[in-house]
């Protein structure tokens, strides 16, 4: 009989020669396998402590920048009601909330002490309530998780909005520990994907629910790497009013978002996010609509996940009335001793409405990332993406008359410079420079012909900047070029050529483009009886 890891490999080969023309990564249902969770590097040892080789369940200290997302979007509005909490002329907290979630996220409960000078870029400048050492069960639960892809790539899984806010305020420098939910570094492109799918720890549709491909996904956390989902932003704010948030389900609101999606008549469409009152009775509405679900209504079709899957309550606001409880909470206006935290995104929101260009200020604005009909969706493999804005501080300066200066320069008129160095091979890690762009501009960097985000960069005050990046494992070899585009204007670009993946035999993961010769080829292996590819591929389980 086949050894498990020989079963899993025929398994997907089949898979692949029966779906061609479909996606390459099978869809997971909620019937999935148990999940493997520990396919290490063959270079690791028991006695290694690189990141390539941490077991799951290691406490990993990973700088934010460094993690790839494995969702295309976010709620953008539970982000806002975030930064509302971390900003000093808003929020109301005796100790500003960002302490409060990193010492949380880090597995440390909540912040004991700060002062004026402590910032998240030095985690030595504030404390927390438990120690390193002094971890618990019960303070590890909460923490963020990572899994370890081929060529120890980390991918977050749980905890792109919270670190999204980090980078948000404090950058990518900032420092966090995650929890290894698995190590896959042993397994080729491929069937990483597929096992993670199959794990769930991947979300491929966009925010009108078509699937996607890997290669969609962004290079880095940031507001501006991602879609804006309305329908998972208001799931949010019914937290414990009309859901139990419990991780039971990964991606759990994203699923409730579909199914808000298919329910028009609760009005998410119509969603005034700046109106307080306007969200507050949209949460209502859904949480009502929510809990009137019977447990074994199926709630999203596509994975079969029903009400009681994905942990609706018995009873609106748990039971509770509507004093007490979550629903009290979040009801709380901002004029409050503690307000709520829709009133927090909102009033972050007004700040946004006051600086032109930010994402989401504008509804009726076509080029809004948070426009749901905006033909120029990151997610669609069909369209060119576009950047959302990035948050400025630094209001435009007006024109001067007296010297005829007709205000600031449009920055998708300054051309610069595209450099690229390091190890170009799909997977690899290059450092992408530019010089002679437009001053203090928000961009994004691109590898082309078939658009793939590398990261959302903003040049310095020389119009220079610096991005450290991963040439996307679904990379072809061959010739591309890498581009540098501002609001939606290509300011610069350079040719590069990428080497030819490793001679491991592995399949190419190209996207659905690549799948007939990819599906046909593993299925002729198989017919031929050749045991090549299992036998390079054999991995042996570490604990």
Known sequence: MPAPRTMRILALTAALAASLGAAVVA???????????DERDPSCTTTSTTALCAAPDTLLDVRIGDVHPTQPSLGYDEVYYKLGRYSTALSKDAVNKKFDDWCEANGQEEAATTTAASTLTDPSSFTCAVPLGSETPDTIAPMKTVVIGPGGTLYLTDGHHTLTSFDEDSGPDVHVRLRVLGNLSGLGTTEF?????????????????????PARLPQNVGLAAFQDDSARSIMYFGRDIGYTADGAVPFQEFYWGSWLRAHPELGLASWDQDDFAASL?????ITRAQVALAPNDVVDAESGYTAADLSTLSAWNDGKAVTKGEWAKLSAPYSSDKPGKLAYMTEYRRTLAAEPGEPGTDPSDPSDPTDPTDPTDPADPGTTPTEPAEPSTTPSAPSDPSTGDDGPTDPTTVRGTVTVEGDLVAG???????????????ARVEIHSDPVLLGAVRTDDTGAFTLAATVPTSLPAGTHTVVVVVDGVTVGSTTVTVAAAGPDGELAFTGAEGLVPAAVTALLAVLVGTGIVVARRRRARRA
């Not at 869809?27 to 969770?37: D, L, N, R, V």
């Not at 993670?196 to 491909?213: E, F, H, K």
């Not at 009775?281 to 509405?285: G, H, K, Q, W, Y």
């Open 27 to 37: 869809p997971a249902t909620a019937s999935a396998a148990a999940p493997i969770t």
């Open 281 to 285: 009775s949209l949460v209502e509405r």
């Open 193 to 213: 994907w597929q096992t993670m799918q199959d794990n769930r720890w991947v979300w491929l549709r966009d925010t009108a629910g078509r699937s996607i491909t």
């Open 428 to 442: 690899g890690s290059v450092t992408v420079r530019g010089t002679g762009f437009a001053a203090d501009t928000a």
